[in-house]
């Protein structure tokens, strides 16, 4: 089987691009031929606004390159597109399904159903835009990096997008990463029946954790959507019964460190760290604070700490909460309320079962998220997707 897979790199490397370099990795190494195709968007610096947005909307540039790609190293099984936005934009989808190859989307965030993809303004979710044609209200609020006219671009690369019925009509099979996202995207009218699900997973078994370092631990993005605020606040009152350490920089950087300073150390903020380290850390928190506000796809963090055996607090919303069975691998709280988030940490702590807890994290582990269980997946899906091009 051949395959080419596509992506558009950001500019802060974050889990779409480790999931799409984790994927290419996956297949090369069982014997699968793997041609990529990536932008990146540090090059948007060079690209004139005007242009840039033109092409954001519907790029014929990029539906020529995949033409090219298609004569030169083709034909292909299957096309993977992983992120097209923004650069190689919509009709590289469709320039695909005007092949012979099987196409396969994967739904990494929520970009087709809302202007910036989270389905998150103004501290809480937020699906104003989730049945519109035209998503007038993310242009209106500047959904996306705060900007009117960057807002009514995203809106515009969708509504053109649906005019040309480029999902419905080019695409042999999507991707979601759980349930709640394919429930979402089932909801706007795309076909179920394409609509399968296929979790992050864990490319390497990083190995167990002791779990002896008595402190809890938060890895992420420092940004409100991930509930930075939230884990702050519930952490005035756990103080030093259970330090914490924050792994991570973002736009939230210098409430962490102020909050810091004034925890008389019951918070460490110990920035960005390389990805050998940050396991290490994960492996000997006594368990992994995931208290994001927005509807995450998924949580790649979260199966991360269970490949290390580290239980999970999260909280009750969107993806996240299908990834923690309460009481076994770990805890759910209320979205964006600092006192239940303390109360859940404050029941881990008096759990007599605790180890349990990293038994059957580790469980979970092996039993979904590893590497040979995804490949089963995925190639599953591409055969399905062949089968439907041909119309079989």
């Known amino acids: ?20 370099a984790a994927e290419v990795e996956m297949l090369r190494r069982r014997g699968v031929e793997v041609v990529t195709w990536t932008v990146h968007n540090d090059d948007i610096e060079n690209i004139p606004p005007a242009r840039l947005s033109l092409n954001t909307i519907w790029n014929r540039e990029a539906a020529r390159e995949f033409r090219a790609r298609q ?33 396969v989307q994967t739904l990494r965030n929520y970009r087709l159903l809302c202007v910036n993809g989270l389905f998150f303004r103004d501290g809480k ?15 209106r609020y500047a959904c ?15 509504y053109y997008g649906r005019l040309k019925r480029v ?44 779990g002896s370092g008595h402190y809890a631990i938060f890895v992420g993005r420092l940004s409100p959507e991930k509930g930075v605020k939230t884990l702050l606040n519930a952490w005035d009152h756990i103080g030093t019964k259970l330090p914490l350490k924050i792994v991570g920089d973002g736009p939230l950087a210098e409430q962490v460190r102020t909050a810091a300073a004034n925890s008389n150390g019951g918070i460490e903020w110990l920035g960005r760290k390389a990805r050998d380290v940050t ?17 995450e796809t998924f949580g790649r963090v979260a199966i991360e700490a269970y490949a290390k055996g ?16 309460e009481g076994e691998t770990g805890l759910r709280f209320e ?52 089968a439907r091009k041909r119309g079989a």
């Open 1 to 20: 089987m051949r395959i080419l897979m596509v992506h558009n790199f950001y500019q802060q490397p974050g889990g779409e691009d480790q999931s799409f």
């Open 71 to 103: 004569a030169t190293d083709g034909p292909f099984d299957v096309v993977h597109f992983q992120n097209t936005f923004p650069q190689i934009s919509p009709a590289a989808i469709w320039a695909a399904g005007q092949s012979r190859s099987a196409v």
């Open 125 to 139: 979710a937020c699906e104003l835009c989730i049945d519109r044609r035209l998503q007038l209200p993310g242009i």
């Open 144 to 158: 996306y990096r705060s900007s009117i006219p960057a807002s009514a671009t995203v809106a515009a690369m969708n």
């Open 167 to 210: 999902h419905e009509q080019s695409v042999d099979a999507f991707i979601a990463l759980s349930a709640f996202a394919r429930s979402k995207y089932v909801h706007t009218g795309l076909d179920a029946q394409r609509i399968l699900v296929k979790p992050n997973f864990v490319a390497v078994d990083p190995g167990i954790g002791q």
């Open 279 to 295: 396991e290490d850390l994960i492996g000997d928190a006594s368990l992994l604070i995931f208290p994001s506000e927005c509807y």
């Open 310 to 325: 580290t239980p999970v607090i999260a909280a009750n919303i969107g993806a996240i909460a299908e990834l923690v069975e």
């Open 335 to 386: 979205p964006g309320l600092p006192l239940d988030l303390a109360a859940k940490v404050e029941t881990f702590l008096k759990a007599q079962d605790a180890p349990h807890w990293r038994t059957r994290a580790r469980q979970e582990f092996e039993r979904k998220y590893t590497s040979d269980s995804n490949y089963e997946t995925l190639m599953t899906i591409y055969a399905g997707a062949i």
